[in-house]
């Protein structure tokens, strides 16, 4: 069986164009067996689908992208390894102002993880905050921006018009021709209750509109992170679902079987010209 290092890899995919797709998907494979990354994370790769995932959103080795609020650095773990020779990752965190101490405590625990491992060596630590653009990377730089399951949160700090800053924001960081993607909880156009906010889901029609808005043309959606299982009516939102499993041990069994829940993956791209 043959065996080829993430180096070897990346070298192939940048000098063998006529089979691009086949060795990208081996870069992003590699990326995504890194020795480096945490048991914990790679048990949710089934529901997470990485490879896949960065496929759809079009991320090479050799590309600029930045994620925004990275969390405890799940895809951290995957981009690192991925950019480090050809690339380039922004990992835009909570502001190291910020006066929220969840905001200081998470920033913290992922500038410890960069630090533990000289894997991280090359990630650019920046901030994320609405309205603010050249704080998570230079303007016009990215190849693709890309946001997991933070939607729910922005939208309950600053509704409609908080989003679109946001969306501006991201448009001004990418490169014309540039990608946007979002992968969020997805909200079923049926479960549009007064309440639906407090949810954590998110309408996939609202995400399209408030990037059009933006100035984005939505190019596609994937059903890679799509669970018909999810009902997405559940007693504690969607955090009753794994991983964080809300109610405990109560029906846990039933919450395990449903998985974790039913995302949009969402592709937008900056046009080329206005």
Request: hydrophobic letters at 40%; proline letters at 7%.
């Amino acid at each position: 069986m043959k065996t080829i290092t993430l180096a070897a890899a990346l070298s192939a995919l940048l000098l063998s164009p006529l089979s691009y797709a086949d060795d990208n998907a081996e870069a992003l494979q590699m990326a995504v067996d890194h020795p480096s990354r945490s048991p914990a994370n790679v048990a949710r790769d089934q529901y997470r689908n990485p490879v896949a995932t960065l496929q759809f959103f079009e991320v090479t080795p050799a590309s600029t992208v930045v994620e925004i609020s990275p969390g405890g650095g799940w895809y951290t773990e995957i981009l690192a390894p991925l950019l480090a020779a050809h690339g380039t990752y922004y990992a835009a965190h909570f502001p190291a102002n910020s006066e929220s101490d969840y905001y200081q405590r998470s920033r913290a625990g992922f500038v410890e993880k960069l630090a533990a491992n000289p894997v991280y060596n090359r990630v650019q630590l920046t901030e994320f905050a609405p309205d603010n653009s050249g704080a998570i990377a230079p303007t016009g730089s990215a190849d693709v921006v890309l946001t997991f399951r933070n939607l729910h949160n922005w939208y309950g700090n600053g509704g409609d018009a908080g989003m679109l800053a946001i969306f501006t924001d991201f448009y001004k960081a990418l490169k014309p021709g540039g990608i946007l993607g979002v992968v969020e909880h997805r909200l079923p156009a049926d479960k549009m209750s007064a309440d639906w906010k407090k949810t954590g889901y998110f309408p996939q029609a609202l995400t399209i509109s408030l990037a059009e808005q933006a100035g984005f043309v939505f190019e596609a959606a994937s059903d890679v992170n799509a669970n018909p299982n999810d009902t997405a009516d559940h007693p504690g939102g969607v955090w009753t679902l794994p991983p964080v499993l809300r109610l405990k041990e109560q029906d846990k069994d039933k919450y395990m079987a449903i998985g974790e829940s039913d995302r949009m993956t969402l592709k937008f791209r900056k046009p080329l010209t206005k």
